[in-house]
């Protein structure tokens, strides 16, 4: 890897061996704290939200989620109550503990903890009929924060000047974000994207909200589940912020970049391709992952 680095309009571009181009988008810097695809997902759920006279919003997520963060900061900036019902009843009494959560709490976020089986009924009507008879009138953001305004939110990550590029990569979650980028590509332009979980379901979840098929999921580097983690995606994360001086998380983008880089050593591109990265933000994460590799004993990832 070349560590020679030249940056203009938060694109970071730099070559690699094999002779493809390989350019990284930082969305990741939009805001310090509605950074990358969660800015883009919560922008026109939050104008819906005004429209309809909405002044709470009410998401899901896990102990170290990304939305969870980007909702609260986002419900204090824009001034929204906001409420998190969190999976895992065991964390109420460790907020302290987790940079996420004191964070969102911070932020004045409420919290809600849920067990893990009544967690998975957040979709039921019945679920959401007994949260609105707790907390009144809410705005429903999805966990992860995809719905279909998400996804006009996300097909804003493209512009003209990214039509040159031949390949667009980027790490998936619900499939929100590569549905918005699926949607807004051009024909002779390929979508990568590489699943932060195990296994293929995702295939059905992004047809829900394209018709087009340029696309296709890389399953080889979720490194065996979401927020898992081994020594080599650490080394290689650490070694990537050495050269280049882009912050990489864990749980996606982190992975990305791994897989896109094994992918050029392969020769998986063509000589000459033009590689187009979304860095999707995710940086908050760092430090609760850090927490659990210092109670492993593994090495932490450089902030």
Same mark, same amino acid.
């Given at each position: 890897?070349? &560590?020679?680095?030249? =940056?203009?309009?938060?694109? !970071?571009?730099? =070559?690699?061996?094999?002779? !493809?181009?390989? !350019? ?61 019902? *969190? ?26 903890? %849920? =067990? ?11 679920? @959401? ?10 705005? %429903?953001? /999805?966990? +992860?924060?995809?719905?279909? @305004? ?19 990569? %980027?790490? %998936? +979650?619900?499939? #929100?974000?590569?549905? #918005? ?49 081994? &020594? ?14 882009? /912050?990489?998380? /864990? !749980? ?12 050029? $050593? ?15 933000? #995710?940086?908050?994460? *760092?430090? $609760? ?9 593994? /090495?932490?990832?450089?902030?």
């Amino acid at each position: 890897m070349n &560590s020679k680095i030249t =940056s203009q309009n938060e694109i !970071v571009k730099f =070559s690699l061996i094999k002779d !493809v181009e390989l !350019v990284i988008k930082r969305e990741d810097k939009i805001h310090p704290h509605i950074s990358g695809n969660k800015y883009r997902k919560l922008k026109y759920n939050l104008i819906e939200a005004k429209h309809q006279n909405f002044n709470t919003l009410l998401t899901f997520g896990g102990a170290y989620s990304n939305h969870i963060a980007a909702t609260a900061a986002a419900g204090k900036e824009f001034g929204f109550k906001t409420i998190g019902i *969190i999976r895992g009843e065991e964390l109420a009494d460790k907020i302290a503990d987790n940079p996420t959560l004191s964070f969102a709490q911070e932020c004045d976020m409420q919290f809600k903890f %849920v =067990s893990r089986k009544d967690y998975r009924k957040k979709t039921e009507s019945k679920f @959401l009929a007994a949260l609105e008879n707790e907390f009144g009138n809410f705005y %429903v953001l /999805p966990e +992860g924060g995809t719905n279909e @305004l998400a996804i006009k939110g996300c097909e804003e990550i493209l512009t003209k000047e990214d039509h040159i590029f031949d390949y667009v990569c %980027v790490s %998936v +979650g619900t499939g #929100g974000t590569i549905s #918005g980028l699926i949607n807004s590509t051009k024909k002779h332009q390929r979508i990568l994207g590489f699943p932060a979980l195990k296994g293929n379901f995702l295939q059905e979840e992004i047809k829900l909200f394209t018709t087009k098929d340029n696309w296709e999921l890389i399953t080889d580097y979720h490194f065996n589940g979401y927020g898992k983690i081994n &020594s080599e995606l650490i080394t290689f994360i650490n070694q990537f912020k050495e050269r280049t001086g882009i /912050p990489l998380d /864990p !749980v996606y983008t982190g992975k990305m970049l791994f897989g896109i880089v094994n992918l050029i $050593g392969k020769d998986y591109f063509k000589k000459g391709s033009k590689i187009l990265a979304i860095h999707t933000g #995710g940086l908050q994460g *760092i430090q $609760g992952m850090n927490m659990k590799l210092q109670q492993k004993g593994l /090495p932490i990832i450089i902030e």
